[in-house]
């Protein structure tokens, strides 16, 4: 007889591995090499934007208060003292009757307080001079895009943590960060394990599969922040098994294993936990798939001990790794996020555990949708393929019609929240 297991709430185990989660260190990168990382640090504006006043439009600016008598039958006339283009500062500090022709993003000169486009001005020459009309009159300020109006110099504006897409990376640029101060990535030791397993450039042999979840793990790990380190292969072996983990603790900051955590007579994994005296946090969770998940602690060291069926495996990562590398990486918003949608099918499953359907979450007319990606069954893999979702359905349930509205967490999305949600 084995031992029966106790599943716990999704929730609960999640709360218990993020017990374990820490924040771990930073590191400087080039600002081209920032793409997709995790700010370290929390950026200020060291300057106001925009740092001086300037047109928003090409045309001319002068004192608006020459402009107070203009109308159509009496036009004002300027003369255009100055041309100033993008990037240079004008000479001349405006008197009455006087503009410069000014070109977007230029600086106001002094005297100047306001702008009118080229499209409301008449120009001409006189004498070899030159000469700007206007038929309306226009007021102080009026088309000066005003310094610090867009932000001023000292506001908080992106919090550490962030992950860094191209709106950040244009923040960073304009307050002058060459180098970022980014998250360093945690590092994840991944075995994979199973006699079974062949190698992806292997042959298909009778009674053996390719690896598949080495490779799908290690694209979770990169799509989640973290970088692995790729262990290779253990075949259901106490002893060789159990010194390849031992050892493989020693060089990283947390370890995954696929397969071997159910009750199987060569599923190791439990045992080695006991023997590397790991404390397991839990063995069993009240979901599917990946009810078997088991994660361990060892001192300081996450061990998840994620199921070899390949959508089980998936889950599992997404739940309960995922939120520990967002927390790493200084994320105040570790979980995937969770909304609502509408099944366009039915779903007649009933749910004993709480389900998470590999799902495709699409926007139609104004709705968010969601639908099965495919065969809902833990050994499945082409369900994945199209996986951008999971529909949580809550255990206890007997199954749900289309048009019902059910549970969404995105995982296709760098916007984490700052809550873990519950089932
Ligand atoms: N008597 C019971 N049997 C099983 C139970 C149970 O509660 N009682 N749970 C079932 C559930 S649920 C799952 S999920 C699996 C979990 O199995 P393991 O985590 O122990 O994984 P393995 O036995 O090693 O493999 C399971 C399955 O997955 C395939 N696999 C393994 N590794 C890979 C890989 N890297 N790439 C692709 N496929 C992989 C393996 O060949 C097996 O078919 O246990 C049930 N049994
Ligand atoms: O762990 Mo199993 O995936 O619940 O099917
Ligand atoms: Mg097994």
Not at 10 to 23: G, L
Not at 151 to 180: C, N, Q, R, S
Not at 321 to 343: D, E, G, H, N, W
Not at 350 to 362: D, G, I, L, M
Request: glycine content about 8%; aromatic content about 8%.
């Amino acid at each position: 007889m084995i031992e029966k297991r106790k599943p716990i709430e999704v929730t609960e185990a999640v709360n218990r591995v993020m017990t374990y989660a820490r924040e771990l260190t930073y590191e400087i990168v080039p600002i081209e090499e920032s793409d997709g990382r995790v700010l370290a640090e929390d950026i200020y504006a060291s300057h106001p934007i925009p740092s001086f006043d300037k047109s928003p439009y090409d045309g001319f600016a002068f004192k608006a208060a020459d402009t107070n008598y203009a109308s159509q039958d009496a036009p004002v006339s300027f003369e255009v003292v100055e041309h100033i283009p993008a990037g240079t500062i004008g000479k001349k500090t405006l008197k009455k009757g006087e503009a410069v022709r000014i070109m977007t993003g230029a600086p106001l000169p002094k005297g100047a307080d306001c702008v009118a486009m080229f499209e409301i001005c008449q120009t001409y020459q006189e004498n070899e001079k030159e000469y700007m009309s206007i038929k309306r009159t226009i007021n102080a300020l009026d088309n000066v895009n005003r310094k610090g109006s867009e932000t001023l110099e000292g506001t908080h504006l992106v919090e550490k943590g962030t992950y860094i897409h191209p709106g950040v990376k244009a923040v960073l640029a304009t307050f002058g960060h060459a180098t970022v101060c980014v998250a360093k990535k945690p590092l994840i030791g991944l075995f994979t394990t199973g006699t079974e397993l062949l190698d992806v450039s292997d042959d298909l042999v009778p009674g053996k599969i390719r690896n598949s979840n080495g490779h799908m793990i290690a694209s979770q790990i990169n799509r989640a922040g973290g970088e692995v380190r790729m262990l290779g292969t253990l075949a259901d072996d106490f002893e060789a098994s159990y010194k390849a983990i031992q050892e493989a603790l020693n060089e990283v900051d947390m370890l995954i294993t696929t397969g071997g955590v159910s009750v199987g007579d060569y599923d190791l994994m439990p045992d080695i936990y006991d023997k590397l005296e790991a404390e397991q946090l839990f063995n069993k969770v009240a979901m599917r798939p990946g009810s078997v998940t088991t994660v361990a602690v060892k001192g300081n060291q996450l061990l998840f001990g994620l199921s070899g069926n390949p959508s089980a495996c998936y889950v599992g990562f997404e739940l309960f790794v995922r939120p520990v590398i967002q927390k790493a990486m200084f994320s105040k918003q570790p979980y995937p996020p969770k909304s609502k949608a509408y099944l366009t099918t039915d779903f007649p499953k009933p749910n004993p555990f709480t389900r998470f359907v590999r799902s495709r979450v699409v926007a139609k007319d104004g709705q968010i949708w969601i639908e099965p990606a495919g065969i809902d069954k833990s050994a499945v893999v082409t369900s994945l393929i199209e996986t951008n979702a999971f529909m949580m359905l809550p255990g206890g349930t007997r199954g749900f019609k289309k048009g019902d509205k059910v549970e969404v967490i995105f995982l296709d999305t760098y916007q984490g929240q700052t809550e873990p949600w519950t089932t």
